[in-house]
């Protein structure tokens, strides 16, 4: 239970920090070329607690489901392929979604779809450098 626990406090700054850095300094001159597009700053801002909300979410879900499945097999490459998998099913799909939906250009979808995987995947690896087995293989 505790390293369940602290998977999900780290999983949750890794992602936190990850999101801030490719949305709010990476990508942020894309953001300005589409800001009719987007909540205007004051709307954005009063709501962005509900965006550490959903990252905390995020990584509490990663990490049950890890716990969940791990197998005795070297955390690294669990870690990389779970986390590829997370990516599969949350940060592909989504950013498609997105670029579907908001008149973005195709680089800002391509971002949001590399950027956002690549969180998920050291999500993966975060959590399972956590939740190894005390036994687990290198």
Known sequence: MKKTVIAVVIGFIVVAVGRFLLHAVVLEHQYLGSRDVFRPRPEFMHRVWMLY????????????IYARGVESKPWLGQGIRFGILLALVTAVPQAITEYVVYPVHH???????LGESAIAILLGIVIAAVCRPATSPA
């Open 53 to 64: 909300l959903a990252d905390f979410l995020f990584a509490f879900a990663a990490t049950l």
């Open 107 to 113: 680089e800002l979808g391509l971002h949001w779809i």
